[in-house]
């Protein structure tokens, strides 16, 4: 290897064209020469270090393989980067685990599954190792706020036609107001009650709201209404509307009444008052079923769904509550059998919980046991109906599954 500190004759005038001649010259400003050889000779007053022989081709040899790297293959530069990923990786780790007092506690074991204090700390593990650090309770909350927002935003967005019995008041009346300010314009509701007054209000409050969606009242009782007029409620809703115009088609039972609870299962000795329930609680919801989903057959690629409301005395007996208990499994099963048959309809039986509803002020009036007079303060509708929204939006129950609000 020539002597990169030897003089070149031309040294003092080297082109500026000249970049290989210039790039290899090395100046010696390291050691300082003996002061008796300098003033003995015209040389530079600087000699070399006494191993600059073996640095020079120390980084001779580095500078070549990185020459060699920078024409390597692609797949070599690939292992490099990867490489150096590992090591900021490493150096990350080794970084957030130093024994810091102001850290102590903060790191286990390279593995950071609980959220970082509020802390400067805190903030610079934040900012090197983002992707390593469990999010705070805070970061949580709003996470799961923004996916229950984007899951209601996809499931209720669509031009929808909702059905909804017993909407003059309780449970009705919010589902119906919470159903009317999610659903997209041009949507139909259609309103089923035999109290026209609290329809009517109800009727003008939606539309003042969200006046792009219309809303049909069906003034009718259902205990006493033949298939005819129920089939009629419908086609009149969607008078205008083809069936397959809708994205959605969603028809809501919640019509229901308590029964007699001061009478006991042996007191039950007249067929009138039996078949005037359960034709208002079952024969009423099976028929209007059966109507809706008929009107809705030839919509192949939209979504169905019904919702039963249904109750805890649907799987467990309480006294004083036989009618009641008796409908409400009838109910259940009848749509968990909906739900085998149609496995393109979405099927849910859904318990409100105790809700403070003037049936339950009834039961708590009429009802002979302690257990249920003490029963305490019941749910809002509101409380209930949002559970209910967001069990739908999600999706995730089995079709023609009891689900109740207290469940997980």
Same mark, same amino acid.
């Given at each position: 290897?020539?002597?990169?500190?030897? !003089?070149?004759?031309?040294?003092?005038?080297?082109?500026?064209?000249?970049?290989?001649?210039?790039?290899?010259?090395?100046? %010696?400003?390291?050691?300082?020469?003996?002061?008796?050889?300098?003033?003995?000779?015209?040389?530079?007053?600087?000699?070399?270090?006494?191993?600059?022989?073996?640095?020079?081709?120390?980084?001779?040899?580095?500078?070549?393989?990185?020459?060699?790297?920078?024409?390597?293959?692609?797949?070599?530069?690939?292992?490099?980067?990867?490489?150096?990923?590992?090591?900021?990786?490493?150096?990350?780790?080794?970084?957030? %685990?130093?024994?810091?007092?102001?850290?102590?506690?903060?790191?286990?074991?390279?593995?950071?599954?609980?959220?970082?204090?509020? +802390?400067?700390? $805190?903030?610079?593990?934040?900012?090197?190792?983002?992707?390593?650090?469990?999010? +705070?309770?805070?970061?949580?909350?709003?996470?799961?706020?923004?996916?229950?927002?984007?899951?209601?935003?996809?499931?209720?967005?669509?031009?929808?036609?909702?059905?909804?019995?017993?909407?003059?008041?309780?449970? $009705?009346?919010?589902?119906?107001?919470?159903?009317?300010?999610?659903?997209?314009?041009?949507?139909?509701?259609?309103?089923?009650?035999?109290?026209?007054?609290?329809? $009517?209000?109800?009727?003008?409050?939606?539309?003042?709201?969200?006046?792009?969606?219309?809303?049909?009242?069906?003034?009718?009782?259902?205990?006493?209404?033949?298939?005819?007029?129920?089939?009629?409620?419908?086609?009149?809703?969607?008078? $205008?509307? !083809?069936?397959?115009?809708?994205?959605?088609?969603?028809?809501?039972?919640?019509?229901?009444?308590?029964?007699?609870?001061?009478?006991?299962?042996?007191?039950?000795?007249?067929?009138?008052?039996?078949?005037?329930?359960?034709?208002?609680?079952?024969?009423?919801?099976?028929?209007?079923?059966?109507?809706?989903?008929?009107?809705?057959?030839?919509?192949?690629?939209?979504?169905?769904?019904?919702?039963?409301?249904?109750?805890?005395?649907?799987?467990?007996?309480?006294?004083?509550? +036989?009618?009641?208990?008796?409908?409400?499994?009838?109910?259940?099963?009848?749509?968990?059998?909906?739900?085998?048959?149609?496995?393109?309809?979405?099927?849910?039986?859904?318990?409100?919980?105790?809700?403070?509803?003037?049936?339950?002020?009834?039961?708590?009036?009429?009802?002979?046991?302690?257990?249920?007079?003490?029963?305490?303060?019941?749910?809002?509708?509101?409380?209930?109906?949002?559970?209910?929204?967001?069990?739908?939006?999600?999706?995730?129950?089995?079709?023609?599954?009891?689900?109740?609000?207290?469940?997980?």
């Amino acid at each position: 290897m020539d002597n990169p500190w030897a !003089s070149t004759k031309d040294e003092n005038n080297i082109s500026s064209t000249d970049s290989t001649s210039f790039s290899q010259g090395f100046d %010696n400003n390291f050691c300082p020469a003996d002061p008796k050889d300098v003033a003995s000779t015209n040389t530079s007053s600087f000699q070399p270090l006494p191993d600059s022989e073996s640095y020079l081709a120390n980084l001779e040899t580095k500078l070549g393989k990185l020459h060699k790297k920078s024409t390597s293959s692609g797949a070599e530069k690939k292992d490099l980067l990867l490489s150096l990923a590992g090591a900021r990786e490493g150096h990350i780790d080794r970084l957030l %685990n130093a024994q810091f007092s102001q850290w102590q506690g903060i790191c286990d074991n390279n593995h950071f599954d609980n959220p970082v204090e509020e +802390s400067l700390s $805190g903030t610079v593990i934040r900012h090197i190792a983002p992707h390593l650090q469990a999010v +705070s309770t805070g970061e949580l909350v709003h996470l799961l706020k923004a996916d229950q927002l984007q899951e209601a935003t996809d499931y209720w967005n669509k031009k929808t036609f909702a059905l909804v019995t017993g909407a003059s008041r309780g449970i $009705g009346r919010t589902l119906a107001e919470k159903i009317a300010k999610q659903i997209a314009p041009e949507s139909v509701l259609l309103l089923i009650s035999r109290d026209e007054k609290s329809l $009517g209000s109800l009727k003008q409050a939606i539309e003042t709201d969200r006046p792009a969606v219309r809303v049909y009242v069906g003034v009718t009782d259902l205990s006493t209404c033949d298939e005819s007029a129920l089939n009629g409620l419908v086609s009149s809703a969607l008078a $205008g509307d !083809s069936a397959e115009s809708f994205a959605h088609a969603l028809c809501i039972h919640n019509v229901g009444s308590l029964g007699d609870a001061t009478k006991r299962c042996s007191d039950l000795t007249q067929t009138t008052s039996c078949v005037d329930y359960f034709r208002l609680n079952v024969a009423s919801v099976v028929v209007l079923n059966a109507i809706f989903l008929r009107h809705f057959a030839s919509g192949k690629q939209q979504r169905k769904t019904v919702v039963n409301m249904s109750s805890l005395c649907a799987v467990e007996p309480f006294a004083s509550l +036989s009618l009641y208990c008796t409908g409400k499994a009838a109910r259940d099963m009848f749509f968990k059998v909906l739900a085998k048959e149609e496995p393109e309809v979405r099927v849910l039986n859904y318990a409100p919980g105790p809700v403070e509803t003037s049936m339950r002020s009834q039961l708590l009036d009429q009802s002979w046991i302690d257990e249920i007079k003490s029963g305490g303060l019941g749910l809002t509708t509101t409380v209930t109906c949002d559970r209910l929204m967001a069990l739908l939006a999600r999706d995730s129950y089995a079709s023609g599954a009891h689900v109740d609000y207290y469940d997980s």
